[in-house]
């Protein structure tokens, strides 16, 4: 499923226009990205939770050259599914 019929998806199940739909979802992943930014998470119980890893810097290899380098620290956004959602897709 890409943007358009995630788009088209809401605007179904909530009975609303397309136009407020997409607003929706942009607005959403505006949110989420401002506070992943500042270091935070948001929790969605049910769902799962989007949070902030923070990778250490690392020693890494050029793959075209094989020479060593170094990888510099940073922060890395991932999801943790929440158990509702897991048992939802396993189900059978």
Known sequence: MNKSELVSALAEKASITKKDSEKFLASFVEVVTEELSKGGKVQLVGFGTFDVADR????????????PMTIPASKAPRFKVGKALKDAVNKK
Not at 56 to 67: L, V, Y
Request: no cysteine.
């Open 56 to 67: 250490k810097a690392r020693e890494g290899r050029n793959p075209q050259t094989g020479k």
